[in-house]
């Protein structure tokens, strides 16, 4: 992905729940720790966080449960009203808008997918899909006829006039995705969309959310309690601790630089091939374009993926970059070493 | 005793909670005290009876009010009477519309003058309707029930009542469901206006019928709007807290979700809340239906005709058979309309298919089905009018058999039911009314201000020390131990009845499966219907209200023992067998243990229907605070009903916040909090 603009920024926000919260943290600033809200009966949701989600990425919000990752991403949409921060949707304060302003960015800017899909039980999958332009008041036959596009996009055609309980948990989810879709949003918040699924079909659904961003490219925030689908999906992958974000990072950074033991723990089982790419890996060109090299691999495939491609013959690789052009060197040794520290 | 006691009061002392399982030694101090005052404290006369001259004059306090509020309250361009007036032509307009069509059809011209303009549906029209209800809602075996519901209500010659009592449920039921709802919502929206609300709530629900059918009369005159009214007030309250509860528990996820997609407030309520709550709204709809139905006799004391009026009618002439007719055809008519809504619930929440293609015929069949029938009856009944009026001919009258079997069951078994009832009333009723009696009224709230400090903390001890302060400073403390006394020992004894009956049904799934049917179908009867019976064995007397009140109250003792050994999480039991337990270990050592505070909701659920069912015994003169209502009501005195009433409210009040209070602590000791 190009560096490309900020979609959306976050800066110092906290969100601490108890009475005097406000007037603790003018008191306590940036200073206030865990220990001294605890003490005044507090608790701090999310603390001094800062990030940046840049136009078209994938930004995966990892954490245990209770690390704040919900609640983060509620004060992103302001379902949760920050105690103090500012949040920057497309340069505009989401915290000085009014009530009125707020409602027209979430009918238009944002769209959510929920962990318990959240589908209304008395409508149709067509019904529900089309229900968040429904209270926008659009016609019914735009809606519906825009409804249909986004049923079949995630694939579920056949099954419109279907109701939620006669569906599975992934098809429930793919509405869930449509209907969240349907007002076209630029900004998309996932909130443990395949928590609630079961292993295989949490699998597949990773595979279709993947299929749909190569599509639609939206600026998305995925939030997540499982490490590997982070890698999986992420761009870039922020951890949160204790309501802080204690690691933000490209999947790899994290993985080969853990910022302390807490990262660390959740990246030991992770197979070093499948997160780092052969840009890390590679040499430089030493000077000659080492045209006598014919296989060639992109410099953002993953080890992993770049192995099968050292069949018999081939030794090395040209890594070349977007535009084609030779960047490095790729060695088999290089990736063997790699593979074999798993 | 005294060797256990002591025992348990040493482990109480060890163990570092206060409060623990037995009674621990607080307790122990407080029962003594109050047993030593009880039996020494005589000299203290003002503590046994409340002195008349330090009575609170609340009779007339209220009596004023009302005076006034009739009188010479005013708004300004209005009087309070006018306003009261107002709402009642405002009923009256739609129940009229609706009787017409059911019974009296439409009229121009006044009393025997009257030249009938369009004829009411007839019989077979109704029938037709509610058959066809059935069979959209549930399918050909609801069909089946209905129908031989409302035919058997044409067959014993029940026609006419059942539908000027069906028309003012068609009116009460959607007023009370609709204003349940904007209460509740009201409620789920303003913290503030619920904590207002819930105390209101709990007096309607608390205060017997009767006495608020007084004030009600004055104020809304005679007649079927005044007996809607009372309805209202009856019904509308559980629906207000079930809507408030259902809209609480939907998941956080739909407001999320309605925020996001940026609902309105407005849209919050009506497009996501309300329908997501559904499933849980429509059991309030059931409930403001099945309470309607419970107030139809009562009603018909201030003016609502009908079925109640001819029950009413036939207990005041001790007329059993045809009373009993018209009790039954009140049940049918409850059983038909319960049924019907509940089928309706489901299906609510079931998946409906239709098919945009489908022409206007195909979609609506039981629409047009209906309209068929129906424009078909009202020309046949004009050539016919076996059509329009089921014949006089063809009815059946079973009421002679029923007075005969209760005069062949009187003349065989006089002396045995004689015996039975004497024995009971001399050895427990009556000495048990001697010992409440003579407790000292300030020892008794002491000490239950005592158990809602240990049970609640200090709010409870005061609020319970407060109210039954009241009860006595109204002079109403002799009546209420008349009242605890007869409501005490029916508890005990539907208890005693009903838990084992739980017991077994929870742990065989066929009995469970008729004690249900027969338990739902208590349910559905009129609370009066339970009287007739007992009166013709028994005759008035303790002894018959006590009866009533059990075959009343033994319900929920049934049902929530039943719900209680259900909830028990299987892994424990299964935890239990793996251990080697045997079945009756697993009973008392798991299933019960963890149901106990369940069962203790029952216990709670089944003093609030002892004391509404109380109140209705006064009829056949018991001597409590009911029949102080009673007769406030017979005398149309506003205040003497209304304290009388708000006395019986109190104990309920304090039962229910005792009870409730207890269940809390014995969910937070089993780790199910």
Partial sequence: MAVSTSKLVCRNVWKIFGTGAREFLDDAGTQADIGALRRNGLVGAVRNVNLE???????????????????????????????????????????????????????????????????MPHMTVLANV?????????????????????????????????????????QQQRVGIARSLAVEPELWFLDEPFSALDPLIRREMQDEFM????????????????FDEAIRLADRIAIMKDGAIVQAGTPEDIV????????????????????????????????GAQQDITATVSARATIAEAAPLFSGTVDRMRVIDRDGSAVGILDRAAVVELMMQG | MSAPTLDTGRRAAVSPAPGGRRLSLPWIAALVLFVGFWLFGGAAKWAFDYPKAWQIPAQRWIGGAMKWLVDSASFGLFTFTDLTRFVASVIEVPYRLVLSLLSTGFLSGQGSNAVELFPPLSWIAVIALVTLMGLHAGGRRLALLVFLCFAFLAVFGQWNSAMVTLASILIAAPLGIIGGLLLGIAAYRWPRFEKALTPVLDLMQTIPVFAYLVPILILFGFGPTAAIVATLIYAMPPMTRVTALALRLVPDEYRDLGRMIGCTRRQMTWRVLVPSARDSLMVGVNQVIMLSLNMVIIASMIGAGGLGFDVLAALRRLDIGAGLESGVAIVVLAVALDRLSQAYAVKAGAPHKARASDTFLARHPYTLAAAAVVALTVLAGLALP???????????????????????????????????????????????????GGLPWLGVAALLAFAGWRLGGLRLAALVGALSFLIAATGQWEKATITVYLCGISVLIASLIGIPIGILSAERERLWRWVRVIIDTLQTLPSFVYLMPVVMLFRVGDFTALIAIVAYSVVPAIRYTVLGLEKVDPRLIEAGRAMGCTRMQILTRIKLKLALPEILLGLNQTIMFALSMLVITALVGTRDLGQEVYIALTKADTGRGLVAGLAVAFIAIIADRLISAGAARARVRLGLA
């Fill in chain 2, 386 to 436: 076996a059509v329009q009026r089921y014949p006089e001919a063809l009815q059946v009258s079973v009421g002679g058999i029923f007075s005969e079997i209760i005069r062949w069951i009187n003349v065989n078994f006089f002396d045995a039911l004689e015996a039975f009832k004497n024995a009971i009333l001399l050895n427990v009723l009556v000495p048990l009314k001697r010992l409440l």
């Fill in chain 1, 256 to 287: 080969l630089n853990p910022a302390d033991s807490y990262v660390a723990e959740f990246t030991r089982n992770v197979a070093r091939s499948k997160v780092v790419r052969t840009a890390s890996l590679m040499r430089s060109l030493d000077g």
């Fill in chain 1, 53 to 119: 989600v840049r136009e078209g990425e994938i930004f995966v919000i990892m954490g245990l449960s209770g690390s704040g990752k919900s609640t983060l991403v509620r004060c992103l949409s302001r379902l949760v009203e920050p105690t103090a921060g500012e949040i920057l949707f497309n340069g505009e304060n989401l915290l000085a808008a009014s009530e009125a302003r707020m409602i027209e960015i979430r009918r238009h800017q944002m769209g959510m997918v929920f962990q318990h899909f959240a589908l």
């Fill in chain 1, 130 to 170: 089309a229900f968040p332009l429904d209270v926008q008041g659009m016609g019914r036959e735009a809606r519906e006829a825009r409804a249909r596009r986004m049923i079949e996009l995630v694939g579920l055609s056949d099954k419109e006039g279907f109701f939620p309980r006669e569906l599975s948990g992934g």
């Fill in chain 1, 211 to 226: 299929r749909l961003q190569s599509v639609l490219k939206k600026t998305i925030v995925f939030i997540t309690h499982d």
